[in-house]
């Protein structure tokens, strides 16, 4: 992202603050609805955001970079397995308690170009860990697999929080050989 005057950065986090207050409340992201939280203008908004979903993908840009960095620190543990499993636990704590972050994750056309980027070097760096826990894995599956499988895991895991444990546990037992 190209670094923005000091205006237009204050007015970039306000939406960004008033997005995230209106999405943690369960509320659609109505761009007009943000600008008035937000006190900024519509135009103001479009300049940031073209549509509710590249605001929707811009507010779970730090969860790409989260992951990012798990993923990167977890290829270069010595014990592969014991890495993959701890990243597929933190991943799945992710996409439980960030739904928008999960449907950013998986989806094949993200509509933002920041997004598709990040999403591409999350992916990347997940599949060096794969790649090293290969010989542990069902035959077949790659990173992305991976991380759709987990993404999904979260929406069970949403509808039923009691169960997290017990179906980590069986996605693990169906991928891990």
Same mark, same amino acid.
């Given at each position: 992202?190209?670094?923005?005057?000091?205006?237009?950065? =204050?007015?970039?986090? *306000? @939406?960004?603050?008033?997005?995230?207050?209106?999405? &943690?409340?369960?509320?659609?992201?109505?761009?007009?609805?943000?600008?008035? =939280?937000?006190?900024?203008? @519509?135009?103001?908004?479009?300049?940031? #955001?073209?549509? %509710?979903?590249?605001?929707?993908?811009?507010?779970?840009?730090?969860?790409? @970079?989260?992951? /990012?960095?798990?993923?990167? #620190?977890?290829?270069?543990?010595?014990?592969?397995?014991?890495?993959? *499993?701890? #990243? /597929?636990?933190?991943?799945?704590?992710?996409?439980?308690? &960030?739904?928008? #972050?999960?449907?950013?994750?998986?989806?094949?056309? %993200?509509? *933002?170009?920041?997004?598709?980027?990040? *999403?591409?070097?999350?992916?990347?760096?997940f599949a060096i860990l794969?790649? =090293?826990?290969?010989?542990?894995?069902? %035959?077949?599956? &790659?990173?992305?697999?991976?991380? @759709? /499988?987990?993404?999904?895991?979260?929406?069970?895991?949403?509808? =039923? %929080?009691?169960?997290?444990?017990?179906?980590?546990?069986?996605?693990?037992?169906?991928? /891990?050989?």
């Amino acid at each position: 992202m190209p670094t923005l005057r000091r205006d237009a950065a =204050r007015n970039r986090d *306000r @939406i960004m603050a008033a997005a995230k207050e209106l999405s &943690d409340a369960g509320q659609a992201l109505q761009l007009n609805v943000v600008a008035r =939280r937000a006190e900024v203008g @519509i135009g103001t908004v479009y300049r940031h #955001f073209a549509s %509710p979903e590249a605001l929707s993908e811009g507010l779970v840009d730090h969860r790409f @970079i989260q992951l /990012l960095a798990e993923a990167k #620190f977890a290829a270069e543990n010595p014990d592969a397995l014991g890495a993959l *499993r701890h #990243f /597929l636990t933190e991943s799945l704590g992710v996409f439980v308690e &960030d739904p928008a #972050f999960a449907a950013a994750s998986v989806n094949a056309s %993200p509509v *933002r170009d920041e997004t598709r980027l990040l *999403r591409n070097q999350l992916v990347e760096a997940f599949a060096i860990l794969v790649r =090293r826990s290969e010989s542990h894995l069902r %035959p077949g599956l &790659d990173a992305l697999d991976l991380m @759709i /499988l987990t993404c999904g895991l979260g929406y069970s895991v949403r509808l =039923r %929080p009691e169960k997290s444990s017990a179906y980590l546990a069986a996605m693990l037992d169906e991928v /891990l050989v």
